[in-house]
């Protein structure tokens, strides 16, 4: 086949750089935070500071506290469940297929508002904040369900989310 424009010649690095990262489903850090199961599958230092990726679960009524990111937009593709986002003020419910994206400084936060497990990708630009879900979440526990966070939990971890540039801003 040809070409109406330039090809590189077949000696160029870009014909056989591999700069590519393939994650299987099963692969990746697990984590339990706020109630919810997290699997980090990609973070900034696998993207060079490009991305963070994730894929939750959150179990009916779960979900994080309201909060504003000021390093990172984030944005969440719903697989599975009924989840309702608040962004700023208003609500909006997300079902599968739907996709919420929330620029860094807004307020948000998400709830399963439905009677199963939802399921979602969660991606950070640029990446770095999945690091919080490493270094502050629990380790799942076989059998077991997460526990839910309370106050005293984020109380916890203020020093970390202010390095995160994370401000809780509950309803």
């Given at each position: 086949?040809?070409?109406?424009?330039?090809?590189?010649?077949?000696n160029d690095p870009r014909?056989?750089?591999?700069?590519?990262?393939?994650?299987?489903?099963?692969?990746?850090?697990?984590?339990?935070?706020?109630?919810?199961?997290?699997?980090?599958?990609?973070?900034?230092?696998?993207?060079?500071?490009?991305?963070?990726?994730?894929?939750?679960?959150?179990?009916?009524?779960?979900?994080?506290?309201?909060?504003?990111?000021?390093?990172?937009?984030?944005?969440?593709?719903?697989?599975?469940?009924?989840?309702?986002?608040?962004?700023?003020?208003?609500?909006?419910?997300?079902?599968?297929?739907?996709?919420?994206?929330?620029?860094?400084?807004?307020r948000h936060r998400f709830?399963?508002?439905?009677?199963?497990?939802?399921?979602?990708?969660?991606?950070?630009?640029?990446?770095?904040?999945?690091?919080?879900?490493?270094?502050?979440?629990?380790?799942?526990?076989?059998?077991?369900?997460?526990?839910?966070?309370?106050?005293?939990?984020?109380?916890?971890?203020?020093?970390?989310?202010?390095?995160?540039?994370?401000?809780?801003?509950?309803?």
């Amino acid at each position: 086949m040809s070409f109406p424009f330039p090809v590189p010649d077949k000696n160029d690095p870009r014909w056989t750089a591999r700069g590519g990262i393939f994650v299987r489903h099963s692969e990746g850090t697990h984590r339990w935070l706020a109630g919810d199961t997290y699997t980090i599958k990609v973070t900034a230092d696998d993207t060079n500071g490009s991305l963070g990726f994730i894929e939750a679960t959150v179990p009916p009524g779960a979900g994080p506290v309201a909060h504003s990111h000021g390093n990172e937009d984030e944005a969440f593709y719903v697989l599975s469940g009924r989840l309702e986002f608040l962004n700023g003020d208003e609500l909006h419910v997300a079902e599968a297929g739907d996709f919420v994206f929330i620029p860094r400084g807004n307020r948000h936060r998400f709830t399963n508002v439905g009677d199963t497990d939802a399921r979602m990708l969660v991606i950070f630009t640029p990446g770095g904040h999945e690091k919080f879900f490493v270094d502050n979440g629990d380790e799942p526990q076989p059998g077991q369900q997460p526990p839910q966070w309370g106050p005293e939990r984020y109380a916890r971890l203020v020093d970390q989310l202010l390095a995160q540039n994370v401000t809780i801003l509950p309803e």
